[in-house]
């Protein structure tokens, strides 16, 4: 039942007399003030201005009210609320920008922890071209021969031919051992393994030998004290300088791609007649417009090493009859043949160690 039709006061309404909305608002605020975080924001937007709060509640009742008195109830509540969404509004920036404040020192990575993690190594590029070279030679039926590092100076020099008074026996390129008078040597070049070969093996002989050698040279982007040369050594009956250059053009097939092949310029090596050097086709131009060719630098051929006929010396030096065995030998750079191959114009970081570098050749095994 209604009651009589009295004038209606506003003020006399509970939630929408100003002290009450004041107080409603003064709460509001503090609980605003005093959220500690977004989550308890959340809560505090609900319980003083989600559709259930008091504020809202007695929004509801300005529609009961006379249309005289909904004005100035109306401003109030709508002013209760202005400010209220406006706190909230500022709050929740504030609270914001401190989490992500807290997220970026509480998620910070320190990248110089050491980590758990184990990087996969890698084989060096070396290592693995070495091997590469050896198994296409393996395939081949040839065997892997090796030799030490640290050589008698006979086999490295008397043996091959290389006289007492050849240049390459000069304190300028050779590191010596001391006391000299033991003529030991670091080998400065793989050819010994030759003579190794054909002092304890019989023919026929089919080797190859992948190693380190030693020059008294400057270190710089194509000199290194220490590099890697690739030998080869066949001896066996009717073996002539066809069969050599045949296998040299199989080979520069397979490490620098199809068609690949070689050409001989005559030259001298005092453990080979006739001698030559190799040269082999610019994979890159192929000899087809070479004047631009970077890799070759306008040959069209690029030099890979020398090899030759076994000098009959030799073999006699070794007790080899060379009226029955002929043979060919060949000599290659290894890190000469690296460079050309991945267009590296420095060979020292093929020395330097650094694991980026070996990396970034893949991690073959
Ligand atoms: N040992 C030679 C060098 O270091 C390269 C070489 C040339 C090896 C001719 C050979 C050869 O076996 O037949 O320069």
Redesign the pocket.
Same mark, same amino acid.
């Given at each position: 039942m209604s009651g009589p039709n009295t004038d209606y006061d506003p003020v006399e309404v509970t939630p929408l007399k100003a002290d009450q909305v004041e107080a409603m608002r003064e709460a509001a605020l503090a609980a605003i003030a005093d959220a500690p975080d977004l989550d308890a924001l959340k809560q505090v937007r609900l319980d003083h201005a989600g559709d259930r709060s008091p504020i809202a509640l007695a929004n509801r009742e300005i529609g009961a009210l006379p249309p005289q008195a909904r004005k100035e109830a109306g401003q109030r509540i709508g002013q209760a609320r202005g400010a209220i969404n406006q706190a909230l509004a500022a709050r929740q920036s504030v609270l914001e920008a401190e989490h992500e404040e807290r997220m970026l020192v509480e998620e910070t990575v320190d990248v110089s922890l050491p980590t758990t993690r184990r990087r996969r190594g890698s084989r060096h590029p070396l290592t693995l071209q070495s091997e590469l070279i050896a198994d296409l030679f393996v395939a081949m039926g040839y065997e892997v021969a090796e030799g030490p590092v640290v050589e008698a100076e006979w086999l490295n020099f008397d043996a091959l031919n290389l006289g007492p008074d050849h240049p390459a026996r000069t304190m300028q390129d050779t590191f010596w051992t001391e006391p000299a008078e033991d003529h030991v040597v670091l080998r /400065?070049? /793989? #050819?010994p393994v030759?003579a190794r070969t054909l002092l304890t093996r019989k023919p026929p002989i089919y080797v190859v030998c992948p190693g380190r050698?030693f020059r008294t040279d400057e270190y710089d982007a194509t000199h290194s004290p220490m590099f890697h040369?690739v030998?080869?050594?066949v001896v066996d009956e009717g073996i002539t300088m066809a069969h050599l250059k045949g296998t040299l053009d199989h080979f520069a097939s397979q490490l620098f791609g199809d068609g690949i092949s070689t050409r001989f310029r005559p030259s001298y090596?005092p453990? /080979?007649e006739p #001698?030559a050097e190799v040269d082999v086709l610019c994979f890159v131009c192929r000899n087809v417009d070479a004047e631009s060719c970077r890799t070759c630098r306008g040959e069209g051929w690029i030099e890979w090493?020398?090899?030759?006929v076994v000098n009959p010396r030799v073999l006699v030096a070794c007790g080899v009859d060379p009226e029955v065995y002929s043979g060919f030998?060949?000599?290659m750079g290894i890190d000469r043949s690296f460079m050309f191959r991945h267009d590296l114009e420095d060979l020292r970081p093929l020395f330097e160690g650094d694991v980026r570098f070996s990396s970034a050749f893949g991690t073959e095994i």
């Open positions: /400065t070049q /793989t #050819s030759q050698v040369q030998e080869g050594l090596f453990f /080979t #001698s090493g020398g090899c030759g030998a060949f000599g």
